[in-house]
């Protein structure tokens, strides 16, 4: 059973900083790519940044320049630095890692974390 362990949310005032983490384990052979979505109240979920395991990334463009993600390979985990928050980026943040499980098995699975809430607000 494949987990992903979302830590690092909390509240935060307008222009300060926050840093997500999600560990995966479970039954992983290897990971494509990981990333973090999130939904705010009455809104859709939507990309926030995605990272391959060849360290390419991608941003939505009302977070482009202020977040950040990384990830470390071996310990199955990416990372979501955000810097100079604004009330809008509150939402509940989600961790998703599309992976295979096996060397032999060529299909991609997709789970996602349990979720960790970022609030911004003065």
């Known amino acids: 059973q494949v987990q992903l362990v979302e830590s690092g949310g909390g509240l935060v005032q307008p222009g300060g ?13 290897s990971i494509n790519s990981m990333g973090w979505y999130r939904q705010a109240p009455g809104k859709e979920r939507e ?3 995605t990272i391959t395991s060849g360290g390419n990334t991608k941003y939505a463009d009302s977070v482009e320049g202020r977040f950040t993600i990384s990830r470390d ?3 199955n985990t990416v990372y979501l630095q955000m810097n100079s928050l604004k009330p809008e980026d509150t939402a509940v943040y989600y961790c998703n890692a599309e992976y295979l ?12 974390g349990q979720g960790t809430q970022v609030t911004v607000s003065s």
């Open 17 to 29: 900083s926050l840093r997500l983490s999600c560990a995966a384990s479970g039954g992983i052979f």
């Open 47 to 49: 990309l926030v940044a």
């Open 101 to 112: 499980k096996s060397r032999w098995d060529t299909r991609t699975f997709r789970s996602w």
């Open 73 to 75: 390979n071996a310990k």
